[in-house]
């Protein structure tokens, strides 16, 4: 499981820096801009997630190598952004990827942590969530996470909740961890590409009396 774990840290701060990346080339920044939108991307989610959970120490102060992992891809894209056609749908993309790989990441860390099922789902959300979040407000764009209609909260809500399903079943820590992921990114992608959607609040007008 720690294994794991440290593979999916690695993997969700990789993609989540490429798309604080993305944003930062919408923006037009210098390189600095690029790499600072890029970290905060890729670490905010299990920042967060450590700091809840009083962790010893946050993971990227524990691994540096995360911080110059989304360094790298900051500049990649710095200097390859001009070539792609349309920036929003690979950011759009890269993200749901990101976000099923971090909810089992923010999983398999509150479950290290021992703590009660509610909690370990919880984790999984704000892991997935929350780094993106940030990109999108510091980078003035509508957050992803409150676009009208599509599921992403709750994709990161249906993932962490399968894992933690079929941890309580019985099943092994590692395989629920994956399938917990696989559910979310399930789940993302159908409400980008097949439209699956809750339904919304639509106010009605008041009636005449």
Same mark, same amino acid.
């Given at each position: 499981?720690?294994?794991?774990? /440290?593979?999916?840290?690695?993997?969700?701060?990789?993609?989540?820096?490429?798309?604080?990346?993305?944003?930062?080339?919408?923006?037009?920044?210098?390189?600095?801009? *690029?790499?600072?939108?890029?970290?905060?991307?890729?670490?905010?989610?299990?920042?967060?997630?450590?700091?809840?959970?009083? @962790?010893?120490?946050?993971?990227?102060?524990?691994? +540096?190598?995360?911080?110059?992992?989304?360094?790298?891809?900051? %500049?990649?894209? *710095? /200097?390859?952004?001009?070539?792609?056609?349309?920036?929003?749908?690979?950011?759009? /993309?890269?993200?749901? *990827?990101?976000?099923?790989?971090?909810?089992?990441?923010?999983?398999?860390?509150?479950?290290?942590?021992?703590?009660?099922?509610?909690?370990?789902?919880? %984790?999984?959300?704000?892991?997935?969530?929350?780094?993106?979040?940030?990109?999108?407000?510091?980078?003035?764009?509508?957050?992803?996470? =409150?676009?009208?209609?599509? =599921?992403?909260?709750?994709?990161? *809500?249906?993932?962490?909740?399968?894992?933690?399903?079929?941890? /309580? %079943?019985? =099943?092994?820590?590692?395989?629920?961890?994956?399938?917990?992921?696989?559910?979310?990114?399930?789940? @993302? !992608?159908?409400? %980008?590409? !097949?439209?699956?959607?809750?339904?919304?609040?639509? +106010?009605?007008? +008041?009636?005449?009396?």
């Amino acid at each position: 499981m720690p294994a794991l774990v /440290w593979l999916l840290d690695y993997a969700s701060a990789l993609v989540f820096a490429l798309t604080g990346a993305l944003v930062a080339s919408r923006l037009q920044l210098d390189p600095v801009g *690029f790499i600072f939108m890029a970290t905060m991307t890729a670490v905010g989610g299990g920042t967060l997630r450590d700091l809840i959970l009083n @962790r010893a120490t946050v993971f990227w102060v524990d691994r +540096p190598s995360l911080i110059l992992l989304a360094a790298g891809a900051a %500049m990649l894209v *710095f /200097w390859t952004a001009h070539l792609v056609e349309s920036r929003q749908q690979w950011l759009r /993309w890269l993200d749901a *990827f990101a976000l099923a790989v971090a909810v089992p990441a923010g999983v398999g860390v509150a479950l290290e942590a021992g703590v009660s099922p509610v909690i370990v789902v919880l %984790m999984g959300v704000v892991t997935g969530t929350f780094g993106g979040l940030m990109r999108d407000v510091v980078g003035n764009e509508l957050p992803l996470v =409150l676009k009208q209609g599509e =599921l992403y909260v709750t994709a990161a *809500f249906g993932g962490a909740l399968t894992a933690a399903a079929l941890i /309580w %079943m019985g =099943l092994d820590r590692s395989a629920a961890v994956v399938l917990g992921g696989a559910v979310t990114l399930v789940l @993302r !992608l159908g409400s %980008m590409i !097949l439209g699956w959607q809750l339904p919304v609040y639509r +106010p009605r007008p +008041p009636r005449n009396r």
